[in-house]
């Protein structure tokens, strides 16, 4: 099976190859994390059932539009910079550092309090990997600001969900998508 790392034959101009070769492994760190979220994002919309239904159902197909757009500008950044994208699934699971989204058929409550877990995840990496490309390339540095700014923005979509008068979230301090659904659900 392929994998992401590898050696760049050419990389694009003033970026040492060294660098190109570790924006690389960020971007498809990045790949992976939003080929997943568009995935897990149609499987909620396809499970969630309930009196909101229809509200939610129809809420997540835009954000699984704009991050299937955010794949399609990582691995075209990738290919830009002299890489080999990968987009395969057997690649995705054999590389991602997370687990599988683990919440089947549920109300739309309980499927909003594990998007806010999956959301949190997303987002930090997101942020780990901007601090690090301050140093390598600032060009796939504003890519990732850029997509960080709308994944924020859905992020507080799923969470006004989960928010009562005083602005506490009812997912407060739940420590895996099972315990943010529970806590949801109440
Ligand atoms: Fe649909």
Redo the contacts with the bound molecule.
């Keep these: 099976m392929a994998t992401s790392t590898g050696k760049l034959r050419y990389t694009t101009p003033g970026i040492p190859t060294e660098a190109a070769e570790r924006v690389v492994e960020l971007l498809q760190g990045r790949l992976h994390a939003t080929n997943d979220l568009h995935l897990t994002l149609k499987h909620v919309?396809?499970n969630v059932v309930g009196p909101h239904f229809i509200a939610v159902?129809e809420m997540i197909?835009p954000q699984v539009e704009e991050v299937r757009g955010f794949s399609d500008s990582l691995a075209e950044r990738i290919a830009t910079l002299g890489g080999s994208p990968q987009g395969t699934p057997g690649v995705l699971v054999q590389e991602r550092t997370w687990e599988e989204y683990s919440i089947g058929r549920a109300t739309t409550q309980e499927h909003l309090g594990a998007l806010d877990l999956v959301y949190q995840g997303v987002i930090t990496s997101y942020r780990d990997a901007i601090k690090e490309l301050e140093e390598l390339d600032v060009v796939s540095q504003d890519m990732l600001i850029g997509q960080t700014d709308k994944l924020e923005l859905f992020h507080w979509f799923v969470r006004a969900h989960l928010e009562d008068k005083s602005g506490a979230l009812s997912t407060a301090g739940a420590g895996s998508e099972e315990e943010a659904a529970a806590a949801a659900a109440e």
Aim: negative net charge; aromatic residues 24%.
């Design positions: 919309h396809w159902h197909d």
